[in-house]
């Protein structure tokens, strides 16, 4: 099969440098050049990846490089629509990030241009690609707990706003600044934006779509983000099963500029755990473990290093294959269309209060 | 419970307590002839502890108290939410002012306020074959620190000793006073009797009372779909 040939695009997105290693080491891909969105990006880039060629601007890198097929979509939300149309424009196909937009009328724009221009679009979730998950798909399927009655799970990670700022910005995370409730002075852009994945798993779990929606948000544990770091949801799906979901950002963190080791303050800086309760038993699991630990340098803090983190080995695979074979994400646009839906109805619950069908 | 009633009876005369207070079962003492709710999970150690590191200044700014339960096949979930209330407003010492709950058979998923905003989630599942230890979760998260009873990066608690021989089996012992004793027995025992030592009666009586009114708001919540507030 002849390589993908690849670029990235902006470079400012938390997952950016998770491309690094499987676009420079998978066989399927020729990665083609990169395009950064500032200079702080793109001196971390060239501190870290040697021999891609870097472009100050999208144009650019588009103009010199006809050959691009595909692009990775590294980018805050609130570019997402223009790089699309740069992308749409040019027959490149296209890897967005988890959250293409919140704004359902651009959502529609995106699905029209990329079905106009007969593109593949895959929104890059990668959970989808983890063992564990693998595994808790298959129980399901082989009936180990029954019909599935409820869907526990915890998103929950560190704040990663002070590495990649433009997700404190609620323009930009969230599209546009709206008040997360009425005498509340914080923001919609904050951890909810940051975790689909749960949205997601739980549709692919149960086979079922959201029926009603509750959430609160909590105070802040980080109080001068002027978006919101804490918030649980509950809800029912169309099928009866009932969930509960946290997509916090409830483990604190040292507020370095690059992550790396040291950016700890709680020992564990992200887990997705998913407790599903059957008509026979409860499976527990925990997708990111076992682990190692340790208490060394730089904070002589205790720490928990994670011992594998290969996702996006497969999510490229799926991709390439998409693009090579004509075939259909298993996340694409219109699929996720109802998982983004579900995220602004947990901001509409949090601020009218009510419970929110959908 | 006749060797509950002889373990209380031997707190009683050792902390010189005169009071006659006999068990009337699991969750009632009744002293002189008042019958009292004991709340006995209060008296779990780890949970004192919790409510210390969240009350003595360890954890500063509390924004969320994050619980999950998962008992016995068969059991009544709004017994267990009575208790997950309680030890929600116990541990964080605050009034839970609104609910709202979404159920499904034997699980039940909840969300409740206190009267400052503090988020908690109580998650609850009736689905372990008879005789399995139940596992529960308890996890406050505040601006500075976080407090729990499971162990970071594990899913369930550990036992304080596991033994691998013809036959494997482990122990938790947490209470040499009440040695031999499992931790629920312990809790009962304990419980009974600091509503006998301090005279708490009266504070029993009015958490019950409090609890009752919100399970039925839990009821109520559970059958609308919809936040019911104090």
Known sequence: MKPLKIAMMSMTHGHTRKYYQVLKENPKLDWVAVSTA??????????????????????????????????????????????????AERGIHILSMKVPTFDMDEYD??????????????IELEMHYNPVIARLKELVKNGEIGKIKSFNATNITLSPVWAFPWQGVPEKSY?????????????????????????DMIRHMTGSDFESIYAEVAPNIRPDLE???????????????????DPSWSKMEERIPVPGPGWEVFPKRMEVNITLNGEKGTVMADCFGPNVYHNGC????????????????????EF??????????LINLKWHKKTIEAMNAVYESIATGKTVKL | ???????????????????????????????????????????????????NIVNNGTL???????????????????????????????ILQRKIKSITVMENGNVMNTIATTEDGVVCTIEISATLAKGEIEKDKHEIISQRGIACDVVVDAQLKQDSIYVFGSENKKYTDVDFELYGLSIDEIAIVRAAFSVAQNNTSDEMLSADKTLCTLIGMAKKSALSGEREVM
């Not at chain 1, 601007?57 to 692009?71: F, N, W």
């Not at chain 2, 700014?61 to 267990?80: C, H, P, Q, T």
Request: some cysteine; aromatic content about 8%.
């Open chain 1, 109 to 122: 724009e995106m699905i029209k241009l990329v079905d106009e221009n007969n593109l593949v679009c895959q």
């Open chain 1, 38 to 87: 500032n200079d702080d990006v793109k001196k971390i880039f060239l501190d870290s990846v040697e021999g891609i060629p870097c472009y100050d601007s999208e144009l650019e890198m588009l103009d010199a490089h006809p050959e691009i097929e595909a692009v990775v979509l590294a980018s805050e939300n609130s570019d997402h629509l223009r790089q699309m149309k740069l992308c």
């Open chain 2, 1 to 51: 419970m006749k060797k509950l009633q002889e373990k209380l009876d031997f707190l009683l005369e050792k902390y010189s307590v005169d009071k006659k207070a006999v068990l009337k079962d699991v969750k009632t003492v009744v002293i002189d002839g008042k019958e009292i709710p004991i709340l006995s999970h209060r008296s779990e150690r780890r949970f004192v502890e919790l409510k």
């Open chain 1, 298 to 317: 730089p904070n002589d803090r205790y720490t928990v290093q994670y011992t594998y983190f290969d996702e996006w080995v497969g999510l490229i695979d």
């Open chain 1, 227 to 245: 978006e919101e770091d804490m918030l649980s949801v509950i809800g029912r799906m169309k099928d009866g099963t009932i969930f509960s979901l």
């Open chain 1, 175 to 199: 599209g546009k600044r709206v008040s997360i409730k009425d005498g509340d002075s914080r923001f919609r852009g904050g951890a909810l934006c940051d975790h689909p994945h749960i949205f």
């Open chain 1, 320 to 329: 390439v294959d998409n693009i090579r074979n004509n075939k259909t994400p």
């Open chain 2, 60 to 90: 500063v700014g509390v924004s969320v108290m994050r619980v999950a339960r998962i008992v016995e096949s068969g059991k009544d979930l709004y017994e267990a939410l009575y208790r997950e209330l309680d030890l929600c407003q116990f």
